[in-house]
T-cell receptor, first 116, second 113 residues
Framework: GAVVSQHPSRVICKSGTSVKIECRSL??????MFWYRQFPKQSLMLMAT?????????EQGVEKDKFLINHASLTLSTLTVTSAHPEDSSFYIC????FGPGETQYFGPGTRLLVL | SQQGEEDPQALSIQEGENATMNCSYK?????LQWYRQNSGRGLVHLIL?????REKHSGRLRVTLDTSKKSSSLLITASRAADTASYFC?????????????FGQGTTLQVKP
């Protein structure tokens, strides 16, 4: 099946710094990618839809100035957590959908962010 | 966004037994998907069932969908210790086929060897 990668897999940073997470579709082009956040023992919450060549669409309650999304190419979307605080510590997962005949969405392995 | 509910929240069974997980959702859907997540890892797609389908099989997995009740079930037969994971249903809601998925709360399955 299609592969989606994320980098880094784990990051620890100090409060106030910014962290960039990359999401790549390795063997297909994805005009749309999605960013989710998952707190421990909870489900995935959709944060935003990343659209190649245009602005991201954010879900209600998600601060677009804090979670900057850039989808510069058909295989890469980046999520930057700006001025990170301890409450931003979470598991961030991206996904990409192959808009071919199938409708399966492929998920990256996730990035564990710990803000000290 | 509204999320569906899954029950049970946690399920512990012996290897070889069957495991059944249920999912309910709130809006009309294009399709419903089931995913597995091992602890601290990404999601693995298991099976997709469309709104006009009632049952689907894949190996040891059997999924049913009842759109009138807005519910789905995932049955894992002859469970193995390696099936230990969290299982999530996710719906791709109407009216537009945007690809946005709404996840259920998940069921944590433990299969004891």
């Amino acid at each position: 099946g299609a592969v989606v990668s994320q980098h880094p897999s784990r990051v620890i940073c100090k409060s106030g710094t910014s962290v960039k997470i990359e999401c790549r579709s390795l063997d297909f082009q994805a005009t749309t990618m999605f960013w989710y956040r998952q707190f421990p023992k909870q489900s995935l919450m959709l944060m935003a839809t990343s659209n190649e060549g245009s602005k991201a669409t954010y879900e209600q309650g998600v601060e677009k100035d804090k979670f900057l999304i850039n989808h510069a190419s058909l295989t890469l979307s980046t999520l930057t957590v700006t001025s990170a605080h301890p409450e931003d510590s979470s598991f961030y997962i991206c996904s990409a959908r192959d808009f071919g005949p199938g409708e399966t969405q492929y998920f990256g392995p996730g990035t564990r962010l710990l803000v000290l | 966004s509204q999320q569906g509910e899954e029950d049970p929240q946690a399920l512990s069974i012996q290897e070889g037994e069957n495991a059944t997980m249920n999912c309910s959702y709130k809006t009309s859907i294009n399709n419903l998907q089931w995913y597995r997540q091992n602890s601290g890892r990404g999601l693995v797609h298991l099976i997709l069932i469309r709104s006009n389908e009632r049952e689907k099989h894949s190996g040891r997995l059997r999924v049913t969908l009842d759109t009138s009740k807005k519910s789905s079930s995932l049955l894992i037969t002859a469970s193995r210790a390696a099936d230990t994971a969290s299982y999530f249903c996710a719906t791709d809601a109407l009216p537009s086929n945007t690809g946005k998925l709404i996840f259920g709360q998940g069921t944590t399955l433990q299969v004891k060897p």
